[in-house]
């Protein structure tokens, strides 16, 4: 939707969020985005800060990018909703009865999909599905 212009894609996150804030109509995707900001109170702040989009956030510093987080949000649902790789729904219904708490069950998921999504772009491949279950499914252990 956006391609790699990632200030773009930050900037639709902060309109989508402003409009939200005024009141304003707001499309399905927006309704989403807002729905996963309004959880993170923590981010509101950076979402409405204009620099936000040209900044990087380090790592190394403890620093926590808040749109990758946010966009790992949406894509997870994204993948449970529509149960695809293949199994994830049910890792995250279990996971979600482990937690109690849906955004705590999807925050221990990030990891996961943090790291498939790292491996395959080291690797230049697809991420392996099959490896990013594995990883869920060890979560439902811990």
Known sequence: MFGSDRNTLRKFYQESWQKAQKGLPVTTLEQ????????????HK???DDDATQKDWAVES???NPFLHLGMHLALR???STNR????????HELCLKTQ????AEHRMMD???EAIWKA????????EAQYLACLQALLLK
């Open 32 to 43: 989403q985005l807002v729905r996963v900001i309004s959880e993170h109170p923590e981010y």
């Open 46 to 48: 950076a979402i409405l």
């Open 62 to 64: 403890g620093d926590t």
């Open 78 to 80: 994204e993948q449970i």
């Open 85 to 92: 790789p293949e199994g994830i729904a049910r890792c995250y």
């Open 101 to 104: 708490e849906p955004l705590e």
């Open 112 to 114: 996961c999909l943090g």
């Open 121 to 128: 772009q080291r690797n230049q491949t697809a991420p392996d």
